[in-house]
């Protein structure tokens, strides 16, 4: 990169200081720390990377005594892929496997990593296999030795454990039959080594308390991962001639790195509502809830019943009771009338038992006035009262002529004496 140029009719007069320099002071500075003891180490005896490496390899292993702690550490057989991996491409191997404690991983202690290196250099070291003949195994003796470092280095073991995919657990295929609590608690178990809070809730089995799942999801949700992906980043050229494209190199890492972690926040977050949408308890709890609320709901509606109930029975009652009145009234209305009816139908037959007597009776021996006798008792007959005509008719069903003329002729005498038929209108009975 280089500096733009001065305007044309920039001068010394334009140049203004802002501070001025301080004296010069001679300071002696020497190389210091781990790498350039190492690389001073190499030059004063002339050793290679190889043969330095080899070296430091054997003082690792005099520092471990020979113990029976170490007998199921660093045996496990590496396969023939491994053994032939490119050691410049040291990092997309399994280091673990590399130090022969693949079944510990990210479980491995300083000490075990310790041990197992040893057995691996023993095993491994490339003056033992061209001694007893085999093949030139120099290219994975240095995938042990980095292997090593990286392991032994705290910062450097968290970022390949962060990477480290032969540890994950996968969770269960869709759509599969599977007991819930068997494949998702080994998931949850190897997730749970990411959280920067320690112990982590797992998931425990269908009799946990609904307090305790939902402390469970609720730190599922909200966890903290100290996962970081610095492992995985391109190695930055180590020429201080071209900064600029170190820089590019810095920050394309940087992004990436930004980017795993977003990404795998997001497949943590995914696999966490899958769980909780899968998990039995929460079905059980739902339906728990449900009844409580109904039973409550039921609890404080009970006034409302009680109070709709004894207005529905009263309303029941009341529409019985009038429905009880109204059939009575016409049942009494029914009866009132068919009395009218009967007292009606009594009244013609008494009218025609009356108007008819005269000529049972014969006319009363007096045939040749039988004109005059029937329309006397016609015109009587009409202003007769149901008393009277009741009494009359009760007397012409006894046949007794002498008496129902006697009766007629009473009742004439009284309806002429009242006004109600004129004298002057019988013709017989005057």
């Not at 802002?18 to 190499?42: C, D, M, N, Q």
């Not at 003796?141 to 480290?164: G, H, N, W």
């Amino acid at each position: 990169m280089s500096l733009p140029s001065l305007p044309a009719n920039f001068g010394a007069e334009n140049f203004k200081a802002s501070a001025k320099y301080t004296a010069p002071v001679r300071r002696p500075i020497e190389p210091v720390g781990r790498y350039f003891l190492a690389h001073a180490s190499r030059a004063l005896r002339g050793h290679t990377w190889s043969e330095f490496e080899k070296i430091e390899a054997e003082k690792n292993v005099s520092k471990v005594d020979e113990t029976n702690e170490d007998a199921d550490l660093g045996d496990e057989e590496q396969d023939a892929e491994l053994l032939a991996h490119d050691p410049r491409d040291w990092k997309s191997a399994d280091l673990y496997a590399v130090m022969g404690i693949s079944h510990l991983r990210h479980k491995a202690t300083e000490d075990q990593i310790r041990r197992a290196h040893r057995k691996q250099v023993l095993k491994h070291h490339p003056d033992k296999k061209a001694g007893s003949g085999g093949l030139d195994q120099d290219g994975f003796f240095k995938i042990i030795q980095k292997a090593y470092e990286c392991l032994l280095d705290p910062t450097k073991r968290l970022q390949y454990d962060s990477v480290d995919e032969n540890a994950n657990v996968e969770p269960p295929a869709l759509k599969s039959n599977y007991d819930f609590f068997e494949a998702w608690g080994p998931v949850i178990a190897s997730e749970a080594r990411f959280s920067k809070k320690q112990p982590v809730p797992l998931l425990g089995d269908i009799n946990t308390p609904k307090q305790e799942v939902e402390s469970f999801y609720a730190f599922w949700y909200r966890i903290d991962s100290w996962r970081t992906f610095e492992f995985l980043d391109e190695d930055v050229p180590d020429d201080s001639s071209n900064r600029d494209h170190k820089r590019y190199i810095e920050r394309k890492n940087v992004a990436a790195r930004k980017k795993r972690k977003t990404e795998d926040n997001a497949r943590l977050l995914a696999l966490v509502d899958r769980v909780k949408a899968e998990d039995p308890r929460i079905k059980l709890f739902k339906e728990a809830d449900k009844k409580e609320k109904e039973r409550k709901k039921w609890e404080r509606d009970a006034g409302a019943r009680e109070a709709a109930a004894k207005a529905k029975k009263e309303a029941e009652e009341a529409a019985a009771k009038k429905e009880a009145e109204e059939a009575a009234a016409a049942a009494a209305k029914a009866d009132s009338k068919k009395a009218k009816e009967a007292a009606k139908s009594a009244k013609k037959k008494n009218k025609r038992a009356v108007r008819g007597a005269a000529k049972e009776a014969g006319y009363f021996g007096d045939a040749d006035k039988a004109e005059a006798i029937d329309a006397d008792v016609a015109l009587l007959i009409e202003n007769f009262d149901d008393l009277q005509l009741s009494s009359v008719a009760g007397t012409v069903a006894s046949g007794d002529a002498a008496a129902i003329k006697s009766t007629l002729s009473e009742i004439a005498k009284e309806q002429a004496s009242s006004g109600k038929v004129p004298a002057a209108a019988l013709k017989y009975f005057n």
